[in-house]
Each structure stands twice: as structure tokens, then as C-alpha cells.
T-cell receptor, first 109, second 116 residues
């Protein structure tokens, strides 16, 4: 499979802590995207980072990309109970678009 | 009103039945996609369409067919449903990027399909 692999599969933290999840992939990419999915609902796009970018911020989200290691990380700072969801990375290559298997984040109040 | 809508939201059917899932969008996007999601797994691409005259197979197209009736409508059919097609199905749209690049995708709420 050329899908990205997320790590960890599940993460449980207290409200206010930071949450870090990682994504590794196998093929060259044009961009990498992160999505959030609340239980049983459609995915919501969070952030897109292009292959020539190394870091990107959006509110409490920070994404890094290391194309030499074929990996990306998503950091959520000062987490809230409302951040509880599954998070997926998606890699966009030449006419290919793959989702990873996701990290399930639980933020305890 | 939601930008991407899917009907039905839930469907229970029997093995061998033909099923159609419909997707409509008001975002004016050319690109539309159908995915399935199995419990605990990520999304897998079934079919995608870059415009009304363009249909492409995705990672898992066997047992499925699609029709792009208009820019705004993209339907997925299961010709003869089988139990292992029980899953959550999502439609998504995106704006036009370069041929080699995919932009942000906007998802519908999903259709939960159960095949008995």
C-alpha cells in the first residue's frame, strides 16, 4: 500500500496538553494534507503543506514536513475536549491521493 | 445548506441487490470523489472524476460503477451488493489544481451502508 501510516494509532491526553501525531509515507508527493473526522462524520480539511515547505501554522495547529524522511507531524497545542477526533494525513502525488489509517485522539476534560 | 450532500444517509439492503448512492454539490467544483471507510481504517478511493467527461478508477473499483450526470452530481452504484461492501461511503469535491496536484477536499456527511 502507498498509504501514509500514522503514529500513534491512539492518543489520550489531558485538556491543555499538546498532542503530536506523525505520518510517514512511501512515495514522492506534491503536498500533504491533514484532516479531522469526528465520530462517523465527514472529514474536515485542516491544513495543507506543499513539498517545498517545511513548516506551516494555522491557529493552534503546527505542521512540519521532512521530505527526506518522508514524514510529517501535526502538533495541536493547548488541546481542548472538542479536539477529540480522528486525524488523518493524506498524501497527494502525481495523480495519486492516499489517506493514512488515522490517529484517534481523546482529550480528557 | 450543506455544500456537499449525500443520499441516502443510511441504507440496509440484501446481498445481490443493486444500490445507488447519490452525491450533489453546490461548491462549483469540477472534481468529485467516492471513498469508502471501514471501521478503524482510513479512506480508500473508489472512483474519481475531474470533469463531466472524465471518470477514473481508484484503488478499489471492483464491484462499483459511477455516473457523473452533471458537474454537480456524481453517483455511485453497487451492481450486486455483497456483505463485504458494508462500510461508510463518502463523497468529496475539490477545486481544479494542476494535473499532478490535489487540493483541499470537501466531504459530504457520509452514507452508512449495510449489506445483509
Amino acid at each position: 500500500s502507498q498509504q501514509g501510516e500514522e503514529d500513534p494509532q491512539a492518543l489520550s491526553i489531558q485538556e491543555g496538553e499538546n498532542a503530536t501525531m506523525n505520518c510517514s509515507y512511501k512515495t514522492s508527493i506534491n503536498n500533504l494534507q491533514w484532516y479531522r473526522q469526528n465520530s462517523g462524520r465527514g472529514l474536515v480539511h485542516l491544513i495543507l503543506i506543499r513539498s517545498n515547505e517545511r513548516e506551516k501554522h494555522s491557529g493552534r495547529l503546527r505542521v512540519t514536513l521532512d521530505t527526506s524522511k518522508k514524514s510529517s507531524s501535526l502538533l495541536i497545542t493547548a488541546s481542548r475536549a472538542a479536539d477529540t477526533a480522528s486525524y488523518f494525513c493524506a498524501t497527494a502525488g502525481f495523480n495519486k491521493f492516499y489517506f493514512g489509517s488515522g490517529t484517534k485522539l481523546n482529550v480528557k476534560p | 445548506d450543506a455544500d456537499v450532500t449525500q443520499t441516502p444517509r443510511n441504507r440496509i439492503t440484501k446481498t445481490g441487490k443493486r444500490i445507488m448512492l447519490e452525491c450533489s454539490q453546490t461548491k462549483g467544483h469540477d472534481r468529485m470523489y467516492w471513498y469508502r471507510q471501514d471501521p478503524g481504517l482510513g479512506l480508500r478511493l473508489i472512483y474519481y472524476s475531474f470533469d463531466v467527461k472524465d471518470i477514473n478508477k481508484g484503488e478499489i473499483s471492483d464491484g462499483y460503477s459511477v455516473s457523473r450526470q452533471a458537474q454537480a452530481k456524481f453517483s455511485l452504484s453497487l451492481e450486486s451488493a455483497i456483505p463485504n461492501q458494508t462500510a461508510l461511503y463518502f463523497c468529496a469535491t475539490s477545486g481544479t489544481g494542476s494535473e499532478s496536484s490535489y487540493n483541499e477536499q470537501f466531504f459530504g456527511p457520509g452514507t452508512r451502508l449495510t449489506v445483509l
